[in-house]
């Protein structure tokens, strides 16, 4: 209260801005929930409650039995999930996530069977072919990976098996082979087309299958009793089916992301769209910090992909980490034209502070955008706690030289202003990801590749190394679990992509046939002509 009051009094003096910087807010009450026991124990027992329900209801045969299995296996799918995800099983968001799609896919498969058992009209398994076998694996593989999309696929298919005839192993092969051709066809899905083609296989997966298992009868196999119009339905239900169940988890997939703050590659992709404001803006306003972004991006994604991180998102994260330089763009230097140069007319100390303040000018504006909170983190940490060294040279330097004339001038050494190496350095955090590892790296080696005269192999290799060992030295990758393999792979990348984008073109002949023609005709003309 005391701090807003004198910070109207300033206000209204003239001393203070009336504008306030945005922050990033987490509330503790979410982190506290994440991490919580109980709501774990809470999302496990409305499992088994749902579970229940869908197991004793209907007439299944011994319910109590199947359901004392279906504890077990939530037993085996708990410890498994705690041995092979860990950092899953931590956070009782993606808990939810995980039992909550698997249990959302088993009810609509009960209902499903429930519906077309009470319809006469329909043979005794035609349900089978409607069950939506690839809704979780589908869901969890976009969302989470392939190893999450493997392991919801197994378990829900064994909790399938068990809620109609007991353990019914029609069903049981159905789904687990639709859940692992679905999870197969969406490793790294980039498109939302790419879901549909994967419907369209899982779809002619159950139609195989069916036809294999006696579901669906061809009638040219039947001896007298060809129903070509039933069969015509039971293709259509098994292929369409599928493709439905693709095209739900289609529109679903953003509402998923958003709820549980999870960016799959395709809505990566959409944030990397150059017509974005800001990225238009970047382009016009400061060319220079953009095309500089361009190129990381280029140098990030590669590396990404070959130590298996997600290049995507270094891409899309590449393109807004300099996007603080829009407030000021004439004091970079990939944007001065010309001789004239800002900041020889500014201290060392006002040209860092302006340097270093392009991160919280990225940071507001990305607030003010409503960018992804993964962008906001590689704004704030693509520097890490790293040092303006140049003009903390340029600051030692005044200061011996003001030392220097100090004697001749009698002036005391406590009138010299103090160089502190704590104004000149960026406030952090150091890169927490690998991905913000990477783009931290690749900024400091496209930056220093511009200062290189003539780019050969092994100039440029020195480089990449140099900027590497520096950045370990410093401890600056401390804390983003980028291991040494890992950073000789990034820099063998960096090398490779750096040395086809500074290669010097060939320099081309001039045309010699035009040379001689005009000498022949100089020497043709009278020598005052020529003259």
């Not at 801005?17 to 774990?40: A, G, V």
């Not at 089916?241 to 509402?255: D, E, K």
């Not at 990225?362 to 693509?382: E, F, M």
Request: net charge neutral.
């Amino acid at each position: 209260m005391f701090g807003s009051r004198n910070r109207r009094n300033l206000v209204r003096k003239g001393f203070a801005c009336t504008k306030t910087r945005r922050k990033p807010t987490q509330k503790e009450w979410m982190r506290k929930l994440e991490s919580n026991p109980w709501i774990q124990a809470g999302i496990f027992g409305f499992f088994i409650l749902v579970l229940a329900l869908l197991i004793f209801s209907g007439d299944h045969p011994d319910p109590a039995k199947y359901f004392l299995i279906g504890l077990l296996i939530l037993s085996t799918a708990v410890a498994q999930l705690w041995i092979n995800h860990p950092q899953t099983f931590r956070k009782n968001s993606r808990v939810g996530l995980v039992f909550g799609v698997m249990l959302f896919h088993l009810t609509l498969a009960k209902l499903v069977i429930v519906f077309c058992a009470q319809a006469p009209e329909l043979p005794k398994d035609f349900g089978v072919l409607l069950i939506p076998f690839s809704l979780a694996p589908l869901v969890l593989s976009v969302l989470l990976g392939k190893s999450h999309g493997i392991y919801v696929a197994i378990f829900v298919s064994l909790w399938t098996s068990i809620l109609f005839r007991g353990i019914d192993a029609v069903i049981l092969v159905m789904s687990l082979i639709s859940g692992f051709i679905s999870v197969f066809v969406t490793i790294e899905v980039r498109r939302r087309s790419r879901l549909l083609r994967a419907g369209i296989c899982v779809g002619l997966a159950i139609w195989i299958l069916a036809v294999s298992f006696g579901t669906i009868t061809i009638p040219w196999l039947q001896i007298g009793d060809m129903d070509w119009s039933m069969f015509v339905k039971q293709t259509v239900a098994a292929i369409l089916s599928g493709f439905v169940t693709a095209t739900v988890v289609s529109g679903v997939l953003p509402m998923l992301e958003e709820l549980f703050h999870i960016t799959t590659d395709m809505s990566w992709l959409e944030m990397a769209d150059r017509n974005h404001p800001l990225l238009s803006r970047l382009s016009l306003e400061a060319p220079g910090t953009w095309h500089h972004s361009d190129v990381v991006a280029d140098l990030a994604e590669a590396a990404a992909n070959k130590i298996g991180a997600d290049g995507t998102m270094c891409r899309a994260c590449a393109y807004f980490h300099d996007i603080g330089k829009l407030v000021k763009p004439e004091y970079f230097s990939e944007n001065i034209i010309g001789d004239e140069n800002p900041h020889d007319d500014l201290a060392p100390t006002m040209s860092a502070l302006i340097i270093i303040a392009h991160v919280k000018e990225g940071v507001d504006l990305a607030l003010k955008y409503g960018l992804n909170p993964r962008i906001i983190d590689v704004i704030q940490q693509h520097h890490g706690t790293s040092l303006v060294a140049y003009f903390f040279k340029r600051a030692l330097q005044q200061q011996q030289d003001a030392r220097e004339g100090g004697k001749i001038m009698n002036i005391r050494e406590e009138d010299i202003p103090e160089v502190r190496e704590e104004s000149f350095r960026y406030t952090g955090p150091k890169p927490q990801f690998k991905e913000s590892g990477i783009i931290s790296i690749a900024d400091a080696v496209e930056s220093a590749s511009r200062s290189l005269d003539k780019p050969t192999p092994q100039k440029v290799e020195q480089l990449v190394n140099d900027i590497i060992n520096k950045r370990i030295a410093e401890g600056q990758l401390d804390e983003c679990d980028l291991t040494l393999r890992e950073l000789k792979v990034i820099a063998e990348t960096f090398r490779f992509t750096l040395q086809n984008m500074l290669h010097t073109r060939i320099k081309y002949p001039k045309d010699v046939e035009h040379i001689e023609q005009e000498s022949r005709r100089l020497r043709s003309l009278p020598p005052a002509s020529a003259a």
